[in-house]
């Protein structure tokens, strides 16, 4: 008897994930076609920003169903990490050192000024102490992975975390319509551009917007800004523990490999992509296909993001943390600026 070697197959565990994440991930790609059209009639305005737009519509008229949240949420948060990614093809390893170390005095500048903020104004508007802290981390460092890293470490409760999302969510938006506007006013450079959206917008995924419509060549500069300031989710974090078991003896002991975990897959992936383009393996040609792939998985991204958009956890948040939100991104935007005017960066 002859025995057959069955053909390999998914385990069952991904495939059941593939189904879920299916009709989510197609309705995004949907929208991100409709906005890559509408951004090739109007490259001006590019892909990004329709399909946010698009997508915060759809949830409006009508929140897409249940079935579709898994893919949803694939979108805005794995296609966006591996857009990410392919971004690292754009730059260099001394391009990336570069801006980094150049980047530092404003990125410090405007986290001191958001976190000392944070803490006076949330304080006299009464907010309560965890939901400032939140809302003062997602501000100042990097939105929704700022807020999900110090939640455990500050034992924050469901609901604020909501509250801070929300609140962040709701500034990311106007920052990818409005910042691209402060640039071309002051007559900003790409590379200037890209330090000003790395530093003074919340979200990755609302800075790669920003960046996007202003330009690809802000875009890399961006990113590696961005990422960058990314890492400060590391001694934020292990400062917040230190002040919170001082107070009650009760936070979550950070180890080294909880210290580890902080530090984002995709920022990983992004320098291992620099250092391929650095060495040759990956050749000009080939990166601007990589670029061109990444700002389409963007548009996917920010669809899915748009989708997800929760009105009325915007409007439960009430008047106070969003109030908060946007004195403190108003002050992240103006010590980015002034910061940048003074060192010669503007």
Sequence with gaps: MVLRRSAPTLSPSLARRGVLILPGLLACLVVAAVATGIGALLPIVGSAVPAIVIGVLIALVRRPPRRFDPGLRFSGKFVLQCAVVLLGAQLSIPVVLEVGAGALPVMLSSLAVCLLGAWLIGRAMKVDPG???????????????????????????SAQISYALSTIFLFNILAVVIFPMIGHALGMSPHAFGLFAGTAVNDTSSVVAAASVYGVAALGYAVVVK??????????????AALQARRTGEAERLSARRIVTLVPWFLVGFLVMTALRSVGVVPPPAAAVLTHVSVFLVAVALAGIGMSTDVAAIRRAGWRPLALGAILWVLVTATTLATMLLTGAL
């Design 131 to 157: 939901l400032r802290t939140l809302i003062g981390v997602g501000t100042g460092i990097c939105g929704a992975s700022a807020i999900a890293a110090v939640a455990p470490v500050i034992r924050a409760k």
């Design 227 to 240: 990422l960058v300031r990314t890492l400060m989710i590391i001694p934020i974090s292990v400062g917040l």
